[in-house]
């Protein structure tokens, strides 16, 4: 039965070498001085708010920011008519500056993490009419990179969402208002986040089999519009407040367990977003 490393190494392989014939050919320094890595940190601000800007990896001018999530999820109370349901969130990301998605085949995944953050938070659940959840959360937590950003996260924000089939396929329809802020340790100003999404994720299995495992696929779109938006990924660059994002995904039924988590769901997805748009290398849940 193949591993949980070999399992994602290859479809990891895979993955890259695909990004390898859509993205232009660029070559790109492996490594970065110290000096130039605390730059890219300061004018990218904004990777503080992975947790709701979602996994992956974004080539954005040349210099890609690679943001790894896991999220533990515990049901403390079942939502049931007229009871309202509990549940604890851990959500928690992983930062790499200057990696390539192409990377992969030769180097392997990387070694030095640039940026931890973990936000525990809980969310009610409200059950609605006709399988729908109202979902508000709240959510508490920090940030550890260089000197220069290390802060204190915060949100909240409330989700609607539906599970259920939609032609076979398992569907995720889900609208989410988000608010989220940082408080940094140093003289870097505080920064706020405000957006409004709608998301869909449909899966189904493709009947091959890896072991015991059947292989998953998913495709997957998104549409955000952005209130009140971080300080701009590159600098210097024109925030759009009207972004889209669509891309595919593969994982197995059911899940390789990596400790408490789930292991990721890996694809591809391509945002429009003006100049910040990129290819993804989605890690995990696609929102």
């Known amino acids: 039965m193949p591993s949980v490393r070999s399992f994602a190494t290859r479809i990891l392989s895979c993955l890259a070498a695909v990004l390898g014939l859509l993205a232009p050919a660029k070559a790109h320094a492996q490594q970065a001085a110290a000096t130039r ?20 990896v974004y080539d954005m001018g040349g210099r890609s920011l690679q943001v790894y999530q896991l999220t533990y999820e515990k ?20 930062g790499f500056f200057n990696f390539n998605p192409e990377d992969v085949i030769s180097h ?3 070694s030095r993490v640039d940026s931890f953050s973990a ?15 109202l979902k508000p959360y709240v959510r508490a937590g920090f940030s550890v990179a260089s000197s220069s950003v290390d802060g204190y996260l915060w949100g909240t924000g409330v989700q609607v969402e539906r599970r259920g089939d939609f032609h076979g396929w398992d569907g995720l329809t889900r609208s989410e208002l988000a608010v989220a802020g940082v408080n940094y340790r140093s003289s870097v ?14 899966t189904r299995g493709l009947g091959w089999k890896m072991g015991s495992r059947e292989v998953e696929f998913g495709l997957y779109n ?12 590159v600098a210097g660059a024109r925030e759009h407040p009207i972004q889209a994002e669509f891309g595919f995904t593969f994982a197995t039924r059911p899940r390789y367990r990596l400790w408490k988590f789930n292991a990721p769901r890996l694809g591809f997805g391509y945002r429009l977003a003006g100049e910040q748009s990129a290819w993804r290398l989605v890690i995990g849940e696609p929102f």
């Open 189 to 202: 100003p505080n920064d706020r986040f405000v957006r409004l999404r709608q998301g869909v994720d449909i």
């Open 119 to 133: 936000v525990p938070g809980l969310a009610l659940d409200y059950l609605l009419g006709d399988d729908w959840h």
């Open 108 to 110: 392997g995944l990387p």
């Open 75 to 94: 049901e403390l109370r079942e939502p049931r008519p007229g009871h309202v349901g509990v549940e604890f969130e851990l959500p928690v990301t992983f």
């Open 37 to 56: 890595e605390e730059k890219a940190v300061g004018s990218s601000v904004s990777y503080v708010f992975a947790t709701d800007l979602g996994s992956g």
């Open 222 to 233: 998104i549409y955000d519009m952005i209130i009140d938006p971080p300080t701009a990924p």
